[in-house]
């Protein structure tokens, strides 16, 4: 069952979204990241690569489409409020669920202290009938189901990190995007213009901004609740 729902976080609270690709938390769940800072969360982004592999004609290669993609992200992620974004520079296309990357996100984790943490469902092969996902968010949510728990709430874990001053830390709630099988929906019917306003900042992914929107209206006109508005879906996992 999927429920509609109201989070009632308190003000302040922390979310931190981690995910593979610069464009993936705009697309993913871009509408829902709108929502949250205008309740007054504190919302922001960790991705593990910087998407130089996404290349289209007439955009460099390598490591200069790489940092453009960077300041594109950044851009995309003002637009909804968002400002602090990081990166933490893993090779696009080719992610693994090593211990050095579960390690690394266990150490973003216990620095930024969120209440909620969000990634992308590593159960999720496919979307509808016509998409296959990407390894890399299907990698890049099971580095962070691994880090989350029980990594980042258990000091037996990653010893070094206490040589850091990280020790572990209370984490409420996991939410997946992209989930095979959601049991809650956000309204963010208003923020359907947020969101593609967002999204038009990846320009180095878009080759064509018109039909990119046309598409999008047609895409949304597909997947529209039977009330006629847009929700965005997730797996809803509380700890406590």
Not at 13 to 38: C, N, Q, S, Y
Not at 117 to 122: A, E, L, M, R
């Amino acid at each position: 069952m999927v429920d509609t729902i109201d989070e009632n976080w308190p003000k302040g609270t922390k979310i931190l979204v981690i995910l593979a690709h610069p464009d993936d938390p705009e697309f993913f769940m871009g509408g829902t990241i709108a929502r949250w800072v205008d309740k007054g969360y504190s919302v922001q982004y960790c991705l593990l690569t910087k998407g130089e592999k996404g290349i289209n004609p007439g955009f460099p290669e390598g490591e200069a489409l790489a940092a453009l993609r960077v300041d594109e992200q950044r851009a995309a992620a003002a637009v909804l409020g968002v400002e602090n974004v990081q990166f933490l520079d893993y090779a696009d296309g080719y992610l693994e669920a090593g211990l050095d990357k579960r390690l690394a996100v266990t150490r973003v984790i216990r620095r930024e202290k969120p209440n909620v943490v969000v990634s992308s469902d590593p159960q999720c092969y496919y979307i509808a009938d016509s998409y296959l996902n990407h390894p890399d968010h299907r990698t890049a949510g099971q580095i962070v189901v691994d880090s989350v728990f029980p990594a980042a709430i258990n000091n037996a874990f990653f010893p070094e990190l206490l040589e850091e001053g990280l020790s572990a830390i209370d984490i409420s709630e996991l939410w997946l995007s992209l989930p095979q099988t959601p049991n809650v929906r956000l309204d963010v019917d208003i923020y359907w213009e947020r969101r593609l306003n967002a999204l038009l900042n990846h320009k180095s992914q878009i080759i064509d901004a018109e039909k990119f929107l046309t598409r999008m209206q047609t895409n949304k006109a597909n997947i529209l609740a039977e009330d006629g508005r847009y929700y965005e879906f997730f797996r809803r996992i509380k700890f406590n």
